[in-house]
Protein backbone atom coordinates (compact mmCIF):
# COMPACT_ATOMS: atom_id res chain seq x y z
CA UNK A 1 0.00 0.00 0.00
CA UNK A 2 2.81 2.26 0.57
CA UNK A 3 4.51 1.74 -1.87
CA UNK A 4 1.29 2.51 -4.24
CA UNK A 5 0.98 5.99 -2.22
CA UNK A 6 4.95 6.78 -3.01
CA UNK A 7 3.99 5.95 -6.75
CA UNK A 8 1.29 8.11 -6.77
CA UNK A 9 3.01 11.12 -5.66
CA UNK A 10 6.00 10.30 -7.94
CA UNK A 11 3.63 10.52 -11.01
CA UNK A 12 1.63 13.74 -9.03
CA UNK A 13 5.44 15.16 -9.25
CA UNK A 14 6.18 14.23 -12.74
CA UNK A 15 2.67 15.38 -14.17
CA UNK A 16 3.37 18.80 -12.42
CA UNK A 17 6.99 19.09 -13.51
CA UNK A 18 5.85 18.52 -17.27
CA UNK A 19 2.73 20.75 -16.37
CA UNK A 20 5.10 23.49 -16.22
CA UNK A 21 8.97 24.11 -16.63
CA UNK A 22 10.81 23.26 -14.28
CA UNK A 23 12.23 26.48 -13.03
CA UNK A 24 8.16 27.71 -12.51
CA UNK A 25 7.77 24.60 -10.02
CA UNK A 26 10.71 24.83 -7.61
CA UNK A 27 10.32 28.43 -7.71
CA UNK A 28 6.41 28.74 -6.50
CA UNK A 29 6.44 28.85 -3.29
CA UNK A 30 3.04 27.83 -3.22
CA UNK A 31 3.84 24.47 -5.16
CA UNK A 32 6.28 23.23 -2.92
CA UNK A 33 3.49 23.93 0.29
CA UNK A 34 1.68 21.82 -2.26
CA UNK A 35 3.56 18.79 -2.05
CA UNK A 36 4.55 19.23 1.35
CA UNK A 37 0.77 19.16 2.35
CA UNK A 38 0.39 16.22 -0.11
CA UNK A 39 3.06 14.35 1.18
CA UNK A 40 1.81 14.89 5.16
CA UNK A 41 -1.67 13.40 4.09
CA UNK A 42 0.02 10.92 2.43
CA UNK A 43 2.06 9.68 5.90
CA UNK A 44 -1.33 10.57 7.81
CA UNK A 45 -3.33 8.08 5.49
CA UNK A 46 -0.66 5.46 5.79
CA UNK A 47 -0.24 5.82 9.57
CA UNK A 48 -4.11 5.52 9.77
CA UNK A 49 -4.45 2.38 7.78
CA UNK A 50 -1.75 0.88 9.88
CA UNK A 51 -3.43 1.60 13.30
CA UNK A 52 -6.40 0.20 11.54
CA UNK A 53 -4.68 -2.94 10.41
CA UNK A 54 -3.13 -3.14 14.22
CA UNK A 55 -6.56 -2.86 15.70
CA UNK A 56 -7.86 -5.79 13.44
CA UNK A 57 -5.02 -7.85 14.46
CA UNK A 58 -4.71 -7.35 18.05
CA UNK A 59 -9.34 -8.10 17.78
CA UNK A 60 -8.67 -11.00 15.25
CA UNK A 61 -6.00 -12.27 17.45
CA UNK A 62 -7.18 -11.71 21.50
CA UNK A 63 -7.81 -14.95 23.31
CA UNK A 64 -11.54 -14.43 23.50
CA UNK A 65 -12.50 -14.74 19.94
CA UNK A 66 -10.05 -17.40 19.73
CA UNK A 67 -11.96 -19.21 22.54
CA UNK A 68 -15.51 -18.07 21.07
CA UNK A 69 -14.09 -20.24 17.80
CA UNK A 70 -13.04 -22.82 19.29
CA UNK A 71 -16.16 -23.30 21.09
CA UNK A 72 -18.45 -23.07 18.03
CA UNK A 73 -16.16 -25.36 16.56
CA UNK A 74 -17.00 -27.97 19.31
CA UNK A 75 -20.98 -27.02 19.09
CA UNK A 76 -20.92 -27.74 15.25
CA UNK A 77 -18.80 -30.59 16.13
CA UNK A 78 -21.24 -32.11 18.68
CA UNK A 79 -24.26 -31.05 16.25
CA UNK A 80 -22.68 -33.43 13.77
CA UNK A 81 -22.10 -36.04 15.86
CA UNK A 82 -25.64 -35.66 17.61
CA UNK A 83 -27.15 -35.59 13.71
CA UNK A 84 -25.19 -38.84 12.42
CA UNK A 85 -26.32 -40.90 16.00
CA UNK A 86 -30.04 -39.54 15.45
CA UNK A 87 -30.02 -40.69 11.52
CA UNK A 88 -28.23 -44.11 13.04
CA UNK A 89 -31.88 -44.49 15.03
CA UNK A 90 -33.90 -43.44 12.03
CA UNK A 91 -32.11 -45.95 9.96
CA UNK A 92 -32.59 -48.67 12.82
CA UNK A 93 -35.97 -47.61 13.67
CA UNK A 94 -36.78 -47.59 10.11
CA UNK A 95 -35.69 -51.39 9.66
CA UNK A 96 -38.05 -52.35 12.74
CA UNK A 97 -40.60 -50.83 10.98
CA UNK A 98 -40.30 -52.67 8.12
CA UNK A 99 -39.72 -55.84 9.58
CA UNK A 100 -43.14 -55.51 11.89
CA UNK A 101 -45.24 -55.06 8.95
CA UNK A 102 -43.47 -57.91 7.21
CA UNK A 103 -43.91 -59.98 10.09
CA UNK A 104 -47.54 -58.67 10.45
CA UNK A 105 -48.87 -59.63 6.70
CA UNK A 106 -47.25 -63.26 7.71
CA UNK A 107 -49.20 -63.62 10.64
CA UNK A 108 -52.07 -62.49 8.65
CA UNK A 109 -51.49 -65.07 5.93
CA UNK A 110 -50.78 -67.95 8.59
CA UNK A 111 -54.18 -66.97 9.94
CA UNK A 112 -56.15 -66.82 6.68
CA UNK A 113 -54.17 -70.01 6.00
CA UNK A 114 -55.81 -72.06 9.10
CA UNK A 115 -59.01 -70.88 8.94
CA UNK A 116 -59.76 -71.75 5.36
CA UNK A 117 -58.60 -75.47 5.81
CA UNK A 118 -60.78 -75.01 9.11
CA UNK A 119 -63.85 -74.33 6.78
CA UNK A 120 -62.77 -76.71 3.82
CA UNK A 121 -63.13 -79.42 6.75
CA UNK A 122 -66.49 -78.35 8.15
CA UNK A 123 -67.72 -77.85 4.28
CA UNK A 124 -65.93 -81.88 3.75
CA UNK A 125 -67.85 -82.80 7.08
CA UNK A 126 -70.78 -81.27 6.09
CA UNK A 127 -70.90 -82.77 2.71
CA UNK A 128 -69.57 -86.18 3.50
CA UNK A 129 -73.26 -88.70 3.85
CA UNK A 130 -73.66 -90.43 7.46
CA UNK A 131 -74.24 -93.31 8.44
CA UNK A 132 -77.71 -93.46 10.01
CA UNK A 133 -76.91 -93.92 13.78
CA UNK A 134 -74.06 -94.26 13.91
CA UNK A 135 -71.96 -91.14 13.40
CA UNK A 136 -74.86 -89.31 14.60
CA UNK A 137 -74.43 -91.30 17.91
CA UNK A 138 -70.44 -90.34 17.58
CA UNK A 139 -71.39 -87.05 17.29
CA UNK A 140 -73.25 -86.66 20.35
CA UNK A 141 -71.75 -89.32 22.28
CA UNK A 142 -68.10 -87.71 21.64
Known amino acids: MPRRLATALFLLVTALSAARPAYALFED ?13 VAENQRRVEE ?10 TASDRSVLIDMS ?8 EMARMRGQ ?12 RR ?3 LYLDIDTRLR ?4 GREQAAATPTAP ?6 GVAG
Open 29 to 41: DEARKRVDRLRSE
Open 52 to 61: RLKAIDAAVS
Open 74 to 81: AQLEALRN
Open 90 to 101: LEVLSNQAETAD
Open 104 to 106: QKD
Open 117 to 120: KLEQ
Open 133 to 138: GGAAAA
